[in-house]
């Protein structure tokens, strides 16, 4: 595994979760999550991979029920 590899595209996807949750736009953040767990099968896992999960959890409860629907389709996903 190329630790430095992972480094990067852990740190670039930690910035567009952050951007994506600063934008308080559920589909920002789903899709961010989504990007992640891609470049993340790509590359490995990092330890702090629940960081993601966390955020698209959160999503569960929104009061669209299209949101919800994306949300527990991606935190399912993330079943490591």
Do not use: C
Request: a positive charge; charged letters at 25%.
């Amino acid at each position: 595994m190329n630790y430095d590899a992972l480094n990067k595209v852990k740190r670039a996807q930690k910035a567009a979760l952050t951007r994506a949750q600063h934008s308080s736009d559920p589909t920002r953040i789903i899709m961010a999550v989504r990007a992640a767990r891609l470049a993340f099968e790509q590359h490995g896992f990092p330890d702090q991979w629940p960081t993601w999960k966390i955020a698209v959890d959160d999503l569960n409860w929104h009061n669209d029920p299209i949101i919800r629907t994306a949300a527990r389709t991606e935190s399912d996903a993330w079943n490591l």
